[in-house]
């Protein structure tokens, strides 16, 4: 258990809202992912950073924005909710031998 | 790009038996392979990893993986199914840096 820890843990939202994720470490790990995990695609990843300031996208960003403004906070934003981001969320952080750590996941519904 | 390949989205075995659930792999550059397991409701943990070195890789409740690059394979076994095992299972890719691809998942049943 890397000290990750997600919230909300659960969210209903409504199609066109703004939602924020939050993902908090306590572990001062450099690197940190947003992913979603999805029935018959396991996880894909949204974002990561690899530092305070400095992200990048994944293999399925649009929709999706992020923001590190201190190494143990990873924020991941919906800018306008649509019902295809109803999935549950992880974020994840790594040391610098590759493992990544999972925290507890957000599940989120939008209506 | 990397990719995973789990075969079999349902695998179902009886308490005490063989557990063989297998992965395979597509990668550009010396893998980075890795078995996660998921209980319900939670985050994904580490059951094993492979980078280099010893291809037989042994990691927590029993369970073991083979790297063999010739198949381009790295299934998980475990001799002797538990209840507790029951759980979805991820193997996942990595270059070695922020790219990391999960196949889809298998999910384990143990029957009494």
């Known amino acids: 258990d890397a000290g990750i820890t997600q919230s909300p843990r659960h969210k209903v939202t409504e199609t066109g809202t703004p939602v924020t994720l939050r993902c908090h470490q306590t572990?001062?790990?450099?690197?940190m992912y947003w992913y979603r995990q999805d029935p018959g695609h396991g996880l894909r990843l949204i974002h990561y950073?690899?530092?305070?300031?400095?992200?990048d996208k994944g293999e399925v960003s649009d929709g999706y924005s992020v923001s590190r403004s201190k190494t143990e906070d990873f924020l991941l934003t919906l800018e306008s909710a649509t019902s295809s981001q109803t999935s549950v969320y992880f974020c994840?952080?790594?040391?610098?031998?590759?493992?990544?750590?999972f925290g507890p996941g957000t599940r989120l519904t939008v209506l | 790009a990397q990719s995973v390949t789990q075969l079999g989205s349902h695998v179902s075995v009886s308490e005490g038996a063989l557990v063989l659930l297998r992965c395979n792999y597509s990668?550009?550059?010396?893998?980075?392979l890795f078995w996660y397991v998921q209980y319900p409701n939670q985050g994904l943990q580490l059951l094993l990893k492979?980078?280099?070195?010893?291809?037989l890789v042994k990691g927590i409740n029993g369970f073991e993986a083979e790297f063999k690059k010739s198949e381009t394979s790295f299934h998980l076994t475990k001799p002797s199914a538990h209840m507790s095992d029951a759980a979805e299972y991820f193997c996942?890719?990595?270059?070695?840096?922020?790219?990391?691809?999960f196949g889809a998942g298998t999910r384990l049943t143990v029957k009494p």
């Open positions: 990668s550009s550059v010396p893998p980075y």
């Open positions: 994840a952080t790594r040391t610098g031998v590759n493992e990544q750590f």
């Open positions: 492979y980078t280099t070195g010893a291809t």
């Open positions: 996942a890719v990595s270059d070695g840096n922020n790219d990391m691809r």
């Open positions: 950073s690899y530092g305070v300031k400095d992200t």
């Open positions: 572990e001062n790990h450099r690197y």
